[in-house]
């Protein structure tokens, strides 16, 4: 079974800031890996994954997130944050299973993310 | 362009009572889930279905029932509703073919059970 540990369960950071949240995983085989975004009051949207290729993978709104499999690691950054980045960051990783595979995701507790204007 | 619709959007119970929340999904998607989301916890799989007529247990299936009797929807049901039930509820659903495929979530619903 897979687990995802996110180190940051509360960031507040001052618009234009850099962002970086942590995510680890721990599984034996290959996974993919997803963050999703949850506005206030909305439901979860994805903003990147990584399946495969190219380990840095760029998502919506500016965001992006490097994958390092020597360190488990799948963490989430941006360069300059905004006022409307204030949201829930959920990390989340399912098995890659060759031969296909309907395992629902297993997320992490949440980083909530708090931008001051 | 819908999505995944979930019915309803907030719920309260008394202990004891049951009721059933409707997914309904117009993607043709073969695999729906239902997660429950706790202050802290993350989101935690309950159950999930792979077909019409098929479902299965995910990490948290004490004290609900499920059933797919047709594609497009999911429902989860409460028997007899705890205190310890009382969360947001999110429906997924992603189409077949390997598991390279991303999760499209409903809005949730929001239930207390008093």
């Known amino acids: 079974a897979q687990s995802v540990s996110q180190h940051n369960h509360h960031v507040i950071l001052s618009e234009a800031a850099s962002l970086e949240l942590g995510c680890n995983y721990s599984?034996?085989?290959?996974?993919?890996l997803f963050w999703y975004v949850q506005y206030p009051g909305q439901h979860l949207q994805l903003l990147l994954k990584?399946?495969?290729?190219?380990?840095l993978v760029k998502g919506i709104k500016g965001f992006e997130a490097e994958f390092i499999k020597s360190k488990f690691s799948f963490n989430l950054r941006k360069p300059s944050v905004q006022w409307s980045d204030t949201a829930e960051y959920f990390c989340?990783?399912?098995?890659?299973?060759?031969?296909?595979?309907?395992?629902?995701?297993?997320f992490g507790k949440g980083t909530h993310l708090i931008i001051q204007p | 362009n819908a999505g995944v619709t979930q019915t309803p959007k907030f719920r309260v119970l008394k202990t004891g009572q049951s009721m059933t929340l409707l997914c309904a999904q117009d993607?043709?998607?073969?695999?729906m889930y239902w997660y429950r989301q706790d202050p802290g916890m993350g989101l935690r799989l309950i159950h999930y279905?792979?077909?019409?007529?098929?479902?299965a247990k995910g990490e948290v299936p004490d004290g609900y029932n499920v059933s797919r009797l047709k594609k497009q929807n999911f429902l989860l049901g409460l028997e007899s509703a705890a205190p310890s039930q009382t969360s947001v509820y999110f429906c997924?659903?992603?189409?077949?073919?390997?598991?390279?495929?991303?999760?499209?979530f409903g809005a949730g619903t929001r239930l207390s059970v008093l």
């Open positions: 997924a659903s992603r189409p077949a073919g390997g598991s390279k495929n991303i999760q499209y």
């Open positions: 599984y034996g085989g290959t996974v993919n």
């Open positions: 990584y399946f495969s290729g190219d380990p």
């Open positions: 989340a990783v399912n098995a890659a299973h060759s031969g296909g595979g309907a395992d629902g995701l297993t």
């Open positions: 993607m043709n998607h073969e695999y």
């Open positions: 279905s792979v077909g019409e007529g098929t479902t």
